[in-house]
């Protein structure tokens, strides 16, 4: 029997189903986890709102437990105790004060059992002397009750005879003391001898249903401080909600605005402290989106004027940029046509329209960047051979010393790798010292040339200084996403760049991928516009790369391009499919 293939369709979408319904469950679960895991953590303020409000649950109920269990305790043993030797000192009166001056041991043990039949039910001990002067003892018949169970000091107070006083009008008194049993069972020992002569009684009374009585009441109360303690944490939990349910509001608002949506706000309800601090937040986060609002507006506003301003002065740089090279062909060709007086002025004209020119084409570089327009251009390239001809290009063959072995592949954008290395190797031949020596290697460690070492002060962007040159290419816009350098990872290519001049001091240092910034105040003006090196290092983050300056211990600066070997594996929203393919912009 064959399956039709819609079953077999069937069978695997509820397959599909079931696998997807399992991996939310467990998702759901882990979330779960960790939301319990991060309220039961001891800096969780939930938990220590729980914490002290069982603690002082647990303290107020314990304190009144006990408070409770002392004066009840002392109430019931207070009352039995009294009615114990209220009726053992009548019974005394009553039956023991009828005896004869010397019984015989049967009529106290008549008497000793009358007396143990009061409502007390207490056993009782009597002792007295016959009349052969020995000394007789009788005892109730409830149970053995012998003088060894009545305390020495007991029995000394009892045979003591007190002097009278006028504030003691009798000789003897009656004592008591509680004792316990080896069984642990209390008791409450009473003696006492009749005045003018007679037996000398002792009575002993169990306490065992008090303490029966007061142990139950001390489960009760135990349960009822457990109950108590279970109260408060549940109260906590709820205040903790109360409190931290807005807290919790407030942060992920504050989240939300870190994270750039400035449009946030928070509900506020009530008049409470909690109501007061989200007002605020949202007053606060009111004035800081206006702020930001201007702002942008502002900073929009400048960016348009900048490139407004580069391209209505590309047209007539046009044809200032034409005329120019006319004048130049004619000084160069020497026919005469340019007076000798006025051809430095004409020189002059013709390094400042090619400066103007170089100027403008940066700024309208910049303003890309700014714009968050840039996107690459991919293709698969030999970083030796990259490297070759930009240096050839610009004739510096004799100039700069190359260490790189060839087979280094990378997948870059060409034109704007080109952008960097011209800026880097030109800055060093105009600021540094020659030779300017270029070596390449991988992160992992294999060299195509050694490293350069560089000393302890460093800078990495975006920081432009002395060190700035401007070559010109056809460079176009810049991915905005692409401001932070990359993290180091083995195979990632290096290229070192160092020169032998006198190095970069430690207060320009911080400052060389600045945009115009100058070294020395006192030279305002140089051949370049001040923002060759902002331009490539902003190359070097569009590739997911960085630039970093700093001074070699042997002297000269030294400056590295790290760059991944692939853009498109570290992001993959930088790399175009096709290389040539043009996203994001016009070229």
Request: overall charge negative.
């Given at each position: 029997?064959?399956?039709?293939?819609?079953?077999?369709?069937?069978?695997?979408?509820?397959?599909?189903?079931?696998?997807?319904?399992?991996?939310?469950?467990?998702?759901?679960?882990?979330?779960?986890?960790?939301?319990?895991?991060?309220?039961?953590?001891f800096?969780?303020?939930?938990?220590?709102?729980?914490?002290?409000f069982?603690?002082?649950?647990?303290?107020?109920?314990?304190?009144?437990?006990?408070?409770?269990?002392?004066?009840?305790?002392?109430?019931?043993?207070?009352?039995?105790?009294?009615?114990?030797?209220?009726?053992?000192?009548?019974?005394?009166?009553?039956?023991?004060?009828?005896?004869?001056?010397?019984?015989?041991?049967?009529?106290?043990?008549?008497t000793?059992?009358?007396?143990?039949?009061?409502?007390?039910?207490?056993?009782?001990?009597?002792?007295?002397?016959?009349?052969?002067?020995?000394?007789?003892?009788?005892?109730?018949?409830?149970?053995?009750?012998?003088?060894?169970?009545?305390?020495?000091?007991?029995?000394?107070?009892?045979?003591?005879?007190?002097?009278?006083?006028?504030?003691?009008?009798?000789?003897?008194?009656?004592?008591?003391?509680?004792?316990?049993?080896?069984d642990?069972?209390?008791?409450?020992?009473?003696?006492?001898?009749?005045?003018?002569?007679?037996?000398?009684?002792?009575m002993?009374?169990?306490?065992?249903?008090?303490?029966?009585?007061?142990?139950?009441?001390?489960?009760?109360?135990?349960?009822?401080?457990?109950?108590?303690?279970?109260?408060?944490?549940?109260?906590?939990?709820?205040?903790?909600?109360?409190?931290?349910?807005p807290?919790?509001?407030?942060?992920a608002?504050?989240?939300?605005?870190?994270?750039?949506?400035?449009?946030?706000?928070?509900?506020?309800?009530?008049?409470?402290?909690?109501?007061?601090?989200?007002?605020?937040?949202?007053?606060?986060?009111?004035?800081?989106?206006?702020?930001?609002?201007?702002?942008?507006?502002?900073d929009?506003?400048?960016r348009?004027?900048?490139?407004?301003?580069?391209?209505?002065?590309?047209?007539?740089?046009?044809?200032?940029?034409?005329?120019?090279?006319?004048?130049?062909?004619?000084?160069?060709?020497?026919?005469?046509?340019?007076?000798?007086?006025?051809?430095?002025?004409?020189?002059?004209v013709v390094?400042?329209t090619?400066?103007?020119?170089?100027?403008?084409?940066?700024?309208?570089?910049?303003?890309?960047f700014d714009?968050?327009?840039?996107?690459?251009?991919?293709?698969?390239?030999?970083?030796?051979?990259?490297?070759?001809a930009?240096i050839?290009?610009?004739?510096?063959?004799?100039?700069?010393?190359?260490?790189?072995?060839?087979?280094?592949m990378?997948?870059?954008?060409?034109?704007?790798?080109?952008?960097?290395?011209?800026?880097?190797?030109?800055?060093a031949?105009?600021?540094?010292?020659?030779?300017?020596?270029?070596?390449?290697?991988?992160?992992?460690?294999?060299?195509?040339?050694?490293?350069?070492?560089?000393?302890?002060?460093?800078?990495t962007?975006?920081?432009?200084?002395?060190?700035?040159?401007?070559?010109?290419?056809?460079?176009?816009?810049?991915?905005?996403?692409?401001?932070?350098?990359?993290?180091?990872?083995?195979?990632?290519?290096?290229?070192?760049?160092?020169?032998h001049?006198?190095?970069?001091?430690?207060?320009?240092?911080?400052?060389?991928?600045?945009?115009?910034?100058?070294?020395?105040?006192?030279?305002?003006?140089?051949?370049?516009?001040?923002?060759?090196?902002?331009?490539?290092?902003?190359?070097?983050?569009i590739?997911?790369?960085?630039?970093?300056?700093?001074?070699?211990?042997?002297g000269?600066?030294?400056?590295?391009?790290?760059?991944?070997?692939?853009?498109?594996?570290?992001?993959?929203?930088?790399?175009?499919?096709?290389?040539?393919?043009?996203?994001?912009?016009?070229?």
């Open positions: 029997m064959t399956e039709e293939p819609g079953e077999r369709e069937r069978t695997v979408d509820r397959d599909a189903a079931a696998s997807r319904g399992e991996q939310r469950a467990a998702r759901g679960w882990a979330r779960a986890r960790r939301a319990v895991s991060a309220s039961l953590r800096t969780s303020l939930r938990l220590r709102l729980v914490l002290v069982g603690l002082v649950a647990l303290t107020a109920a314990v304190a009144a437990s006990g408070i409770a269990y002392w004066l009840n305790r002392e109430a019931v043993l207070t009352r039995a105790q009294d009615a114990a030797l209220n009726d053992f000192q009548q019974e005394m009166s009553n039956r023991a004060g009828i005896l004869p001056g010397r019984p015989t041991q049967n009529e106290l043990q008549d000793a059992g009358q007396m143990a039949t009061s409502s007390q039910r207490f056993s009782v001990l009597l002792m007295a002397e016959d009349a052969d002067g020995s000394t007789v003892i009788g005892n109730s018949h409830l149970d053995a009750f012998t003088l060894d169970d009545v305390p020495r000091s007991l029995r000394a107070a009892v045979d003591k005879q007190q002097p009278l006083t006028s504030t003691n009008r009798s000789p003897y008194h009656l004592y008591w003391q509680r004792i316990t049993a080896d642990d069972t209390p008791y409450l020992v009473a003696g006492t001898r009749l005045i003018g002569g007679g037996p000398t009684g002792y002993l009374k169990s306490l065992e249903p008090e303490a029966k009585d007061l142990n139950s009441l001390a489960w009760s109360l135990a349960i009822a401080t457990g109950l108590a303690l279970i109260g408060a944490a549940l109260l906590a939990q709820a205040a903790a909600t109360t409190v931290l349910k807290v919790h509001r407030l942060g608002a504050a989240k939300r605005l870190g994270e750039g949506k400035l449009d946030t706000r928070l509900r506020v309800s009530g008049t409470d402290e909690l109501a007061e601090l989200s007002r605020t937040f949202n007053q606060a986060a009111q004035a800081l989106e206006k702020r930001v609002a201007e702002m942008s507006a502002r929009e506003s400048s348009r004027f900048v490139a407004d301003m580069s391209h209505e002065l590309r047209t007539p740089l046009t044809a200032i940029t034409a005329v120019t090279e006319v004048l130049e062909e004619e000084l160069d060709a020497e026919t005469g046509s340019v007076d000798p007086m006025i051809e430095p002025a004409v020189r002059l390094s400042e090619r400066r103007l020119n170089d100027l403008v084409e940066n700024l309208m570089e910049v303003t890309r714009a968050g327009t840039a996107r690459l251009v991919l293709d698969d390239v030999d970083i030796a051979d990259q490297i070759t930009c050839d290009a610009r004739a510096w063959l004799d100039a700069v010393d190359l260490d790189a072995e060839r087979g280094i990378a997948r870059v954008d060409p034109r704007r790798l080109d952008v960097i290395l011209a800026n880097l190797i030109g800055n031949l105009k600021h540094g010292g020659s030779p300017v020596r270029v070596a390449v290697r991988t992160e992992g460690g294999d060299s195509a040339g050694g490293s350069a070492a560089t000393g302890p002060a460093q800078a962007g975006p920081v432009e200084a002395h060190h700035a040159v401007d070559v010109h290419e056809a460079v176009d816009v810049h991915d905005a996403d692409a401001s932070e350098g990359p993290a180091v990872r083995e195979g990632n290519v290096l290229i070192e760049v160092r020169d001049g006198p190095g970069i001091p430690l207060d320009v240092l911080p400052h060389v991928f600045d945009r115009f910034y100058k070294a020395s105040a006192s030279r305002p003006r140089s051949e370049g516009s001040g923002l060759g090196l902002s331009i490539a290092l902003e190359n070097a983050h590739h997911g790369g960085e630039i970093t300056a700093a001074n070699s211990d042997e000269g600066a030294v400056f590295t391009l790290r760059l991944p070997r692939d853009v498109s594996e570290t992001d993959p929203a930088r790399a175009p499919g096709v290389p040539g393919d043009r996203q994001g912009g016009v070229r």
